[in-house]
Nanobody, 121 residues
Framework: QVQLVESGGGLVQSGGSLRLSCEAFGTILQINDMAWYRQAPGKQRELVASISSLGTTDYADSVKGRFTISRDGAENTVYLQMNSLKPEDTAVYSC???????????????WGQGTLVTVSS
């Protein structure tokens, strides 16, 4: 089994910063793609940022230049540094990872439990 544990959410004022972390635990052989999604009240879940095993990153237009996704392969962890936060960034942020396990079945894709980010104006 593979599980993700997130941390770092909270309340911050507009213009402030937060750093989210998501660490994977379990029978992991390798992690391929890592990503952060968010879902605001009354809205659909959207992809915020992703990073491949080669370090290729992609961002939603709404966060480009403000958010940075990074990964630590040795620690099976993905981070999301969020700067210049805006009230419209308020949402539940969830991490996602896909990869291979050391046991069968090999493939896995798993979600974190979600962490609330609230940006006050």
């Amino acid at each position: 089994q593979v599980q993700l544990v997130e941390s770092g959410g909270g309340l911050v004022q507009s213009g402030g910063s937060l750093r989210l972390s998501c660490e994977a635990f379990g029978t992991i052989l390798q992690i391929n793609d890592m990503a952060w999604y968010r879902q605001a009240p009354g809205k659909q879940r959207e992809l915020v940022a992703s990073i491949s095993s080669l370090g290729t990153t992609d961002y939603a237009d709404s966060v480009k230049g403000r958010f940075t996704i990074s990964r630590d392969g040795a620690e099976n962890t993905v981070y999301l540094q969020m700067n210049s936060l805006k009230p419209e960034d308020t949402a539940v942020y969830s991490c996602f990872m896909s990869g291979l396990k050391t046991i069968l079945p090999r493939d896995f894709d798993v979600w974190g439990q979600g962490t609330l980010v609230t940006v006050s104006s």
